[in-house]
């Protein structure tokens, strides 16, 4: 049975949602966690199926399947909290794959370079005998972060960020950074209160932010995305900018990993 092991941030909840609508033969087991009820109501809404085991039970959980050549992906989702702290990343995600990798055909992390702590990844498992791969774009080069990932290659999200309001900073939302927007200001320490705008104005205004960038990757499990950027822009007074995102970077390391674990087991 090739099994692949998948760590990611709760940031790709909608990408991953979008893999598992996609590839229903897929054996799906989530790692039970605090990060899991967003995904899980997702999935639930689009009658993907999936398990839910405790990490410590990987071992017989993953070796009780009906059908033994079935392609099965354990899923372990990660706190948001861990995006603000780059050298505690680097470590839980280390952890994760040395505590279980020996379990698996392949591991792919849904992680971007974040603050380059991740940049060496592939070659620091190296000795794993097995293929580790972390997000990359259609050029092959690691993605920065999440919002990198929602775009299809890393210059056209460089394009986003020096287009055509060059000099004017761009805060931008996916639908997940939409939904969660508040949160992540806290723990980016911009505010130590989500509710206080009159801060958040201080420090947007201070850091040069003019323009809301609602990055479209053509997912629609936040039903909210379009109400909750157009909010924000005029909370903030900011000028609405659309830009085409895409799940190509996601998808295609997710059909890569697969097709090399299929082809060449351990």
Not at 123 to 145: N, Q, S, T
Not at 155 to 184: D, I, S
Not at 223 to 236: G, R, T
Request: charged share 30%; aromatic share 10%.
């Amino acid at each position: 049975m090739p099994l692949l092991y998948l760590i990611s941030c709760r940031m790709f909840e909608d990408e991953l949602v979008h893999i598992f609508e996609e590839d229903k033969n897929a054996r799906l087991i989530l790692v039970d966690n605090e990060n899991t009820e967003g995904i899980e109501k997702k999935l639930t809404e689009v009658a993907v199926k999936y398990e839910k085991t405790g990490i410590f039970d990987l071992p017989s959980v993953i070796g009780s399947g009906d059908v033994t050549d079935q392609f099965t992906v354990v899923l372990n989702l990660l706190e948001f909290a861990l995006d603000a702290e780059p050298a505690l990343l680097k470590d839980k995600v280390y952890r994760s794959i040395e505590e279980n990798g020996e379990l698996f055909d392949g591991i792919l992390v849904f992680y971007g370079l974040c603050g380059n702590v991740l940049g060496s990844l592939e070659k620091d498992f190296d000795h794993l005998g097995i293929p580790v791969r972390i997000l990359k774009d259609a050029h092959g080069e690691i993605v920065d972060d999440c919002i990198c990932a929602a775009f299809e290659s890393r210059n056209a999200y460089v394009e986003a960020v020096m287009g055509e309001k060059r000099g004017e900073g761009t805060y931008f939302l996916t639908p997940m950074q939409a939904a969660n927007w508040r949160e992540m200001l806290v723990l980016a320490k911009l505010t130590p209160d989500p509710d206080d705008t009159e801060m958040m104005k201080m420090v947007f205004d201070y850091s040069g932010y003019k323009c809301v960038g609602k990055v479209d990757t053509g997912l629609c499990y936040e039903k909210e995305f379009d109400n909750i950027v157009d909010d924000f822009a005029s909370l903030f007074d900011f000028e609405k900018i659309i830009f085409k995102g895409s799940t190509k970077t996601t998808d295609k390391s997710y059909r890569s990993i697969k097709e090399e674990i299929i082809e060449y087991p351990k």
